[in-house]
Nanobody, 117 residues
C-alpha cells in the first residue's frame, strides 16, 4: 500500500502562483510515475502533469509553459509549481503514483485550488 499526502492548495488571484506538494510513503516500487490530476465540477478528471522515475515529463497543453512538475525520488516527493494561474485552473488537484512493472495506482485525498478573477 502507498499513501500520498498533499499540501499547498488554496485561494489565489488570477496571475498568482501556488506550489503543490505531495509526499508518498509505503511500498513504493522503483519504476513509477508520479503526477497531478485535476477535476473541476461537472468535468472528468484530467492529467495535468506527470514525471517518471527517469524524470521524463508530460504536461497538458492548457498548462504547458505555466506549470512545472518536479520530483525528488530519494524523498518520494513530487511538486507542482503553478504560475500565472487562471480561473479555469480552479479544480480539485489530486496527486497520483502509478507503478510500471506491476500495474497499480494510488491517489491522494485531493486539494482544492481556487483562482479568482
Amino acid at each position: 500500500q502507498v499513501q500520498l499526502v498533499e499540501s499547498g492548495g488554496g485561494l489565489v488571484q488570477a496571475g498568482g502562483s501556488l506550489r503543490l506538494s505531495c509526499a508518498a510513503s509505503g511500498n513504493i516500487l522503483p519504476l513509477n510515475i508520479m503526477g497531478w490530476y485535476r477535476q473541476a465540477p461537472g468535468k472528468q478528471r484530467e492529467l495535468v502533469a506527470g514525471v517518471s522515475s527517469s524524470r521524463s515529463t508530460q504536461y497538458a497543453d492548457s498548462v504547458k509553459g505555466r506549470f512545472t512538475i518536479s520530483r525528488d525520488s530519494a524523498k518520494n516527493t513530487v511538486d507542482l509549481q503553478m504560475n500565472d494561474l487562471k480561473p479555469e485552473d480552479t479544480a480539485v488537484y489530486y496527486c497520483n503514483l502509478a507503478h510500471v512493472l506491476i500495474p497499480s495506482e494510488y491517489w491522494g485525498q485531493g486539494t482544492q485550488v481556487t483562482v479568482s478573477s
